[in-house]
């Protein structure tokens, strides 16, 4: 038996500001992958046409999320850093996808029924498609383990059952074509063409919520910009929206359970630990017993160190946009190539005359 070669995919949307929960949940871990692993992060430009059909600035904002890699530290030499929209193997292998996917399928999509809210018919078909989208820009690299959180597992499962649907409906061509590999599938050998995905869950992936509601996530469309701390926030804006985020009149617990029921001192001793690198009962131990008018101006201080640099880098490369064209020009050029080289086998085990 053979295994696939491990791949690292992940994208982020380029809809809006990054905010510190799409930092600390994603960038940052993207970051801690590359060490040990063929990476490719993708600005998934394509994506974001389903929930901003009419961008006022999307070439702004593809550079921006580009810079915010940048920025953070991951490597675009030693991986692939680029845009979507560069690679139209993504589209070509997601077509295929829909046909292979089933409509049930999309329509059980927690996220689909979510955006699209009550008028559903009136949702586009793109919206419908979006996981369809999202499995074909992993399988073009037949990538292995993608980076998620938990709004996104759902979407991971389904690119699962169109691999796995892909594999058993084309295994004899497969075969005869001589691109797949012996693998397993649950107990059953197959011979496969698409590794079935897996989600890389390992370590903290905060869930950072809203400075003004514990209970809602950290939002780029919350319509309060105090809600969320941009990643492009100045010293200032980040000592400001801290110090007015919503707190309860109580200190701060000596131990995790004394933040139950407590949804916004649970979020800010969470920023806190996420950023410190360290655990919520780690923090409690320092913290407990203190009022937040203590409490608070320690998050500033600390914030601002970890996020300074990140944010300085990226205004700087924003200022040099030539950079960063040239950054997502080459990752296009070096993307393209290893999604051909999956879509010549893809119509050759399909049938297609090319």
């Not at 690299?141 to 690119?159: N, S």
């Not at 074509?177 to 496969?192: F, L, M, S």
Request: aromatic letters at 6%; glycine letters at 8%.
């Amino acid at each position: 038996m053979t295994e696939f070669n491990k791949l690292v995919f992940s994208g982020v949307q380029p809809t809006g500001n990054l905010h510190l929960g799409n930092y600390l949940g994603a960038i940052r871990k993207f970051v801690a992958l590359q060490e040990n692993n063929d990476c490719i992060y993708c600005v998934v430009d394509l994506h974001s046409l389903t929930a901003q059909l009419v961008h006022e600035d999307l070439p702004g904002q593809i550079r921006s999320i580009a810079a915010a890699f940048i920025a953070s530290g991951i490597d675009p030499k030693k991986h692939i850093v680029f845009n979507q929209s560069a690679v139209p193997q993504h589209a070509e292998l997601a077509w295929i996808f829909n046909c292979v996917a089933r409509i049930g399928w999309m329509q059980r999509m927690t996220q689909f029924k979510d955006k699209a809210g009550k008028d559903r018919e009136n949702a586009s078909l793109g919206l419908l498609a979006y996981p369809s989208l999202m499995a074909a820009d992993i399988l073009v690299y037949r990538g292995t383990h993608v980076p998620v959180g938990d709004d996104q597992k759902q979407h991971l499962e389904l690119a699962r059952d169109i691999a796995q649907k892909f594999n058993i409906d084309y295994m004899e061509h497969i075969r005869r074509t001589g691109y797949g590999i012996d693998t397993v599938v649950g107990e059953e050998p197959i011979h496969a063409f698409f590794p079935l995905v897996e989600a890389l869950i390992d370590g903290p992936a905060p869930r950072v919520m809203s400075l003004k509601d514990g209970t809602k996530k950290m939002s780029k469309s919350d319509p309060s910009d105090l809600s969320r701390i941009n990643l492009m926030d100045d010293e200032e804006a980040i000592s400001k929206k801290i110090r007015k985020a919503k707190t309860d009149p109580d200190g701060l617990p000596s131990e995790v359970a004394g933040l139950a029921g407590r949804p916004e001192a649970d979020n800010l001793v969470g920023i806190y630990a996420a950023l410190a690198d360290k655990s919520k009962a780690e923090v409690l131990s320092e913290f407990g017993g203190q009022q937040f008018s203590v409490f608070k101006p320690a998050l500033v201080d600390l914030a601002v160190s970890v996020l300074s640099p990140i944010t300085g880098e990226m205004r700087r490369l924003m200022d040099d946009t030539s950079h960063i064209d040239a950054i997502l020009r080459d990752g296009g050029e070096r993307a393209r190539a290893r999604a051909e080289v999956t879509m010549r086998q893809v119509r050759d085990i399909i049938g297609f005359v090319y």
